[in-house]
């Protein structure tokens, strides 16, 4: 079991940076590590996910915007912020997976807002 805690999360302009951490209470180092978000109203969807190996993706409405970073010694995975847009607010989700287990956190909410 891999117990994950998001903090980060807050009330910003939009233009405004947020960096979101995400600590395991375990090894990481053989799961791929994600991070999704869910606005009100809508699915819960991918924003951007590092393998084992560094292979990243992202979503395309945060390329170039976001970026994602894991420390394995820390087991921690990170998320970058930038140039936030009101339409990135939502609750931004830690994810852990392997073929066999699937872990989440409790999410942090990041509010974009003038």
């Known amino acids: 079991q891999v117990q994950l805690v998001e903090s980060g999360g807050g009330l910003v302009q939009p233009g405004g940076s947020l960096r979101l951490s995400c600590v395991a209470s375990g090894s990481i180092s053989s799961y791929v590590m994600g991070w999704y978000r869910q606005a009100p109203g809508k699915q819960r969807e991918l924003v951007a996910r590092?393998?084992?190996?560094?292979?990243?993706n992202y979503a395309d409405s945060v390329k170039g915007r976001f970026t994602i970073s894991r420390d394995n010694a820390k087991n921690t995975v990170y998320l970058q912020m930038i140039t936030l847009k009101p339409e990135d607010t939502a609750v931004y989700y830690c994810n852990a997976y392997s073929p066999f287990r699937d872990f989440w956190g409790q999410g942090t909410q990041v509010t974009v807002s003038s």
């Open positions: 590092i393998r084992s190996a560094g292979n990243i």
